[in-house]
């Protein structure tokens, strides 16, 4: 069974934080390499970072597989805009394909519903065929193609996806 909690300790931003060194190592490294990679977890996955974040606007949330975090989704309510961004789903490869990321989205569309939000959205990388494709299958819609500037040289160059809740 996969449980979700909500990230609300140091412990929690800690095993976090390690996650996310995994799963991106694993992960991007062959999308966008390794400086960038590490520039990006101590940027915006780093146990600072986010402990920066939860005060401000995020809500992170972990998954549990047999007592084991699995994964971490990160979010950011608009309520000016009625919508909910997506700014990090992360799962572990050993347990991708099992249904961790669409409990994730399960749960992004109940706070949504939760809060009258009518809108998930969220950026991903233009060159993540798979995660792309996965978000198509759930319903997601590209949208727009961005390009962003996050320092040092480094751009986050993505794609816009959207779902609308009804």
């Known amino acids: 069974m996969i449980k ?13 934080a390690h996650l996310a060194h995994d ?30 974040q ?21 979010v950011i309510p608009d309520v000016d805009q009625s919508s909910l961004m997506i700014s990090k789903i992360y799962v572990k490869k050993d347990v991708r394909g099992n249904g961790v990321g669409c409990r994730f989205l399960q749960h992004a569309e109940a706070i949504c519903i939760e ?15 798979n995660s792309i494709a996965w978000y198509e299958r759930m319903g997601f819609a590209n949208v727009e ?7 040092k040289g480094y751009v ?9 809740i009804v």
Not at 156 to 164: G, Q, S
């Open 145 to 151: 193609a961005l390009v962003q500037d996050i320092g």
């Open 115 to 129: 809060r009258g939000f009518n809108k998930i959205w969220l950026t991903v990388n233009k060159f993540n065929r």
């Open 156 to 164: 986050m160059d993505d794609f816009k996806m959207e779902k609308l």
């Open 54 to 74: 939860i005060s401000g606007e995020y809500e992170y949330f972990l998954a549990m597989v047999d007592d084991k975090n699995v994964g971490y989704m990160a």
């Open 4 to 16: 979700i909690r909500k990230v609300i300790s140091e412990e929690d931003i800690s095993e976090t």
């Open 23 to 52: 799963i991106w190592t694993d992960h991007f490294i062959p999308i966008i390499g390794s400086a960038q990679v590490e520039y990006m977890l101590d940027k915006f996955q780093s146990p600072d970072a986010m402990t920066r």
